[in-house]
């Protein structure tokens, strides 16, 4: 087939152009500008995970009018039947509006492939702005800053999801689940990742990775392939020379934003530091799968405390309580079999989905067996909730006041949800709704 085209609809001033831009930047490779552009579109061919696409800037031709008219939805009209995807951008500061809605039953009526894009969320800290897009059904949203760059890698790899096969370019053997191994200088990483390919014996090859400061190595384990990103260990800021150093850093937090599933490697010899407890909290802020690798274990007096060791680091990094923890030696060996079936699962985890019937089964138990407690004489209802993503788990209570939920009774329904149904080795959100009167 011919490369799919994919058109970015949205109001004006909702970031259309600035994201076009984003994705036709040096960030994804612009691969060529088509001769003969009308002054309405601007056409450029983006390549993403070894797809091309043609993608098509409406920002000077679509809902630019001031009044949502018969001229307009003619427009929308045509922007659809031209596409094979949609890329409808919403701004997560304002809400749905009367006119999404309206371009949302368009798209909804047409059958036409949509990624919604919830624009301007410019820290992961407020991404729960995007659940409130829910209710233009059409699917689940992506929260993203064009303008910063915030989460488009996911939603590239959104858009490229739903194209057909034949639209990828033969993808090259190894292509597999995208393991980044991070931590301090000097804890071992290299030699952990040194481990994992002798204890496999298969490297099928090293190439550039998708950031010019990265290398990706591509291994097989059995049927199961893996892409194995190794940085440099991320210091403290004030620790963080320029040039070079810098760079490396940058890595380490790219290489996270990358991964499916993060070893973070800390160093039995030197127990946990605060500056684990920083990069702990950076892979939490993340989202990502997380083990927690105890290496240079071999290098530890076996006394009996290992039980003690185990409760010092869960209670220095007790808010990584969920992250399952392997004890090994990369020097020797030791414990490195593990590593990979356990990246396995915690992928599976973090993928995972609960059924919306199942899981408000789960609510009225949890809520029978601990009801809400009162605030300032008011009571906490919780009428239903629904898994909104994956990658990490997201769930939406609707609910009569959000204010109402105390963090108490928010990390009761997240020990309940975990307790019920696992999700170990990944943060597991839970977002709380106001339901629309």
Known sequence: MGKPVVAIIGRPNVGKSTLFNRLTGSRTAVVADHPGVTRDRLYRDVEWNRCTFTLVDTGGLFLEDPEFGEHVRAQVQKAIEEADLIIF????????????????????????????????????????????????????????????????DELLDRVVALFPHAAYEDLEEGEGRRVAVVGRPNVGKSSLVNALLKEDRVIVSEVPGTTRDAIDTFLKKDDRTYIIVDTSGIRRRSRVAPGVERFSVIRSLKAINRADVVLFVLDATQGVVEQDKKIGGYLEEAGKGLIIIINKWDLIKKDGDEVKQYDLVRSELDFLFYAPILYVSALTGKGVDRVLDVVDYVAAEREKRIGTGNLNNWLSEAVYLNPPPSSKGQELKIYYAVQAGVKPPVFVFFVNNPELVHFSYRRYLEHQLRKTYGFEGTPVRLVFRARRR
């Open 89 to 152: 951008v919403v701004d997560g500061r304002v809400g749905p509006t009367t006119e999404e809605e309206e371009i949302a039953r368009l798209l909804r009526r047409e059958g036409k492939e949509t990624v919604l894009a919830v624009n301007k969320v410019d820290h992961f800290k407020n991404s729960q702005v995007a659940y409130d897009f829910l209710a233009l059904g059409l699917g689940e949203p992506v929260p993203i800053s064009a303008l910063h760059g915030l989460n488009v």
